[in-house]
C-alpha cells in the first residue's frame, strides 16, 4: 500500500522558511513522480512542484521557482519542498501526492494517484 506522509508545516512570518517533508512508503519499483499541490482558502488547488523518482526531473511552478525547490532523499524515501522567502499568499493546505509516472511529472490534480493527508501552512505579514 503507497502511503504519503507530510510534515514540516506550521506558522511562520513572511520571509521565513519552512521544509516540507513527504516520507514515501509501498512503492516497488522508481517509476512514479512526487508533485505538491496546494489550496489556499477559497481558491483552486494547484500545483507547486514536482519530481520524477527514477530520473530527478523536476519542474516547480513558475511563479514560486525562484523561492521553492524540490529535492530528494532515496537513502530516507524523502520529498523535501524548501520553500524560502515565504508570503502571505502561500499559505495554503499543501499536499504531497505520487503518480505513475515514465520519465515526467506535472500533472493536474485529478490524474494523481495517491494523496497525503495534507499539511497546513501558515504565512504572516
Known amino acids: 500500500e503507497v502511503q504519503l506522509v507530510e510534515s514540516g508545516g506550521g506558522s511562520v512570518q513572511a520571509g521565513g522558511s519552512l521544509r516540507l517533508s513527504c516520507q514515501v512508503s509501498g512503492f516497488t519499483d522508481d517509476n512514479y513522480a512526487i508533485q505538491w499541490f496546494r489550496q489556499a482558502p477559497g481558491k483552486e488547488r494547484e500545483g ?6 527514477s530520473n530527478g526531473r523536476t519542474h516547480t511552478k513558475d511563479s514560486v521557482k525562484d523561492r521553492f525547490t524540490i529535492s530528494s532523499d532515496n537513502a530516507k524515501n524523502t520529498i523535501y519542498l524548501s ?3 515565504l508570503k502571505p499568499e502561500d499559505t495554503a493546505v ?4 505520487a503518480e505513475r509516472s515514465r520519465g515526467g511529472c506535472w500533472s493536474h490534480w485529478h490524474a494523481m494517484d495517491y494523496w497525503g ?3 497546513l501552512v501558515t504565512v504572516s505579514s
Do not use: E
Open 48 to 53: 507547486v512542484s514536482c519530481i520524477v523518482k
Open 83 to 85: 520553500m524560502n522567502n
Open 94 to 97: 499543501y499536499y504531497c501526492t
Open 117 to 119: 493527508k495534507g499539511i
